[in-house]
């Protein structure tokens, strides 16, 4: 089995991020998704192995996840893992954080 733990990010802005589910234990193969909202008022990303700013998902070089969903307040984003391996046991976690700068 693969086993990935997710923790809450331990910060001032913790109460208002949100993921779902706490944790999670599959066999290799399967697909997985990890669910994250926030509740912070002003337009923030959601962080996990790459980031959501808005509705777009930018997962980092080399890593295979997809990131979905809207990174706005009150919107969710979905972290997934296509295809489990042993390699994909690691600690998960959600975490929002204020930004002023405009992407384009």
């Known amino acids: ?4 733990s ?12 949100d993921q779902t589910p706490t944790d999670i ?5 399967q697909q997985t998704k990890i669910l994250c909202s926030h509740r912070i008022d002003r337009n923030g990303q959601l962080q996990f ?11 980092e ?3 295979e996840i997809t990131l979905e969903g ?7 984003c979905t972290l997934t ?4 391996s ?3 046991s690691a600690v998960y976690f959600c975490a929002a954080s204020y930004h002023s700068a405009t992407y384009h």
């Not at 192995?49 to 997962?59: A, C, I």
């Open 81 to 84: 893992i296509n295809s489990l």
């Open 1 to 4: 089995k693969v086993t990935m």
């Open 49 to 59: 192995l790459g980031y959501m700013h808005l509705n777009k998902g930018y997962p």
């Open 70 to 76: 809207d990174a706005n307040k009150d919107k969710n």
């Open 61 to 63: 070089d080399g890593v």
């Open 86 to 88: 042993v390699s994909s």
């Open 6 to 17: 997710l923790l809450r990010l331990s910060s001032l802005l913790s109460d208002k991020v």
């Open 25 to 29: 234990h599959e066999k290799q193969g």
